[in-house]
Structure formats: structure tokens, C-alpha cells
């Protein structure tokens, strides 16, 4: 199911292919924290040989989604509570300039597919499905800061997203779905009021109210049972 829907291009070679859908594949939380990862597994879920897999799996060690450990194996990172703010800092540091910088209503041509995200972020809220919920919030902050054009922005804060994705997944699948603000409506509107400073007020308040709360709850039910276990 993981690789379903990325019909592989014929324009890219097969290990620029193969890196593509296991970046997005951490990204939005499709290995969990702490997983190892290994070459032959990979190759055989991709339909690939063992050299492309190994290549990506380099590429991404570089990147930080994926760590090396001491006996070569590779696996994925988790976070701790420290870590975790840091990486919610520098997405607060980053996004709103990303959203709402000196040109920020080209967005008003990506109204229809930002609302869409959208959509598609409270019909996985409503059945559960965690996984496509971090999937389209992604797509929806990705679909906002593209329309920047030449913006340097966004690799900076994929590379925020490669160490959030596979925690966020987890943290939401351990707490109750009922808390959500909805922050992403407050920027849409921002959008069509061409309020620069509402839309960025909005993404600072959506990370910090959205991402930092499922990553605290975490933390703290995690201390819970540490306590009581």
C-alpha cells in the first residue's frame, strides 16, 4: 500500500525514484520511530536492486531522516522531549516567513486545492486514519509555501518535516482525536483578506497549537505509565 499511489516516472533514473518515495515515505510517517531499516526489505517492497536502496539510504542518513548506527544497520530516529522542541522552534522560525513573505497572495491561485487539503485533513480526523491526517496537513503547508516562487524555504523545512514525520504518526495514534483547532481555516481566510501578518500569525499558531500539542501529550503520556507501569 505504501508505494500505491507513486507511479514511477520515466523522466527520473531509478535512484532518483527510489529516494523520492522513501523520503516522503518517513515524511509522512510511514516508518515509525526506532524501526530498522534494511536494503534487501526495501529493494523487495520497491521492486529494485540493492544498489539504488543503498544510495537513498545514504542520501537520507545525510539528510538526518535516517540514522547509522555502530554495526551499520540503519534505522529510524525518534525524538526526545528536547529534540522535539527544537524541531517545533525552527518550524515556527521558518514557516510563517515561508507563508506570508513579501509576496504571499500568489497562494490565492492554490485556494482551491489549499481548501482541498483541507478536506482531506478532517476526513481523516473523523475516521481516525492518523497517517493520512499528517499526510495532508503536509501537503497542505507544502501546497501554501510553493506558491513562493524560487523560494530556498522549503527543502529547509522538509528537512524539519524528515524528523517529525515518523513521531507525529505515533503521537496522534496515542491520544484522543478530539482536540483539533482549526488553524488552517483561520490562514484561508487570511488568504482571501490578503492579511500578510494574519497568515502568518495563523501557521505559527497551527504548528504550536497542532503539532506541539500532539508532541507534548505524547511526552506526558509516556511519563504517565512510566510512573504507574
Known amino acids: 500500500a505504501m508505494w500505491a499511489c507513486d507511479d514511477r516516472q520515466t523522466f527520473e533514473s531509478v535512484k532518483q525514484w527510489v529516494y523520492r518515495v522513501l523520503r516522503r515515505g518517513i515524511m509522512m510517517g510511514q516508518f515509525e520511530p526506532g524501526d530498522p531499516v534494511t536494503i534487501n526489505g526495501l529493494a523487495d517492497a520497491l521492486g529494485v536492486s540493492a544498489m539504488p536502496v543503498r544510495e537513498a539510504l545514504h542520501r537520507l542518513v545525510a539528510d538526518g531522516a535516517l540514522e547509522l548506527l555502530d554495526n551499520r544497520r540503519v534505522r529510524v530516529p525518534d525524538l526526545d522531549p528536547q529534540g522535539f522542541e527544537e524541531v517545533l522552534e525552527a518550524r515556527v522560525a521558518l514557516e510563517p516567513h ?132
Open 98 to 229: 515561508a507563508a506570508g513573505g513579501p509576496t504571499p497572495f500568489n497562494a490565492e491561485l492554490r485556494l482551491p486545492r489549499l481548501k482541498a487539503f483541507d478536506q482531506q485533513a478532517d476526513q481523516a480526523l473523523a475516521i481516525g486514519n492518523f497517517g493520512r491526517l499528517v499526510e495532508a496537513n503536509f501537503d497542505f503547508h507544502r501546497c501554501l509555501y510553493e506558491a513562493r516562487p524560487g523560494t530556498v524555504m522549503l527543502p529547509l523545512i522538509e528537512s524539519l518535516w524528515l524528523r517529525l514525520g515518523p513521531f507525529m504518526r505515533r503521537a496522534g495514534e496515542t491520544l484522543s482525536q478530539t482536540y483539533q483547532v482549526d488553524r488552517h481555516a483561520e490562514a484561508l481566510a487570511a488568504i482571501v483578506n490578503r492579511d500578510a501578518e494574519a497568515l502568518k500569525a495563523a501557521i505559527a499558531a497551527d504548528i504550536r497549537d497542532g503539532t506541539g500539542y500532539l508532541g507534548r501529550g505524547h511526552f506526558e503520556r509516556i511519563a504517565a505509565l512510566g510512573r504507574t507501569g
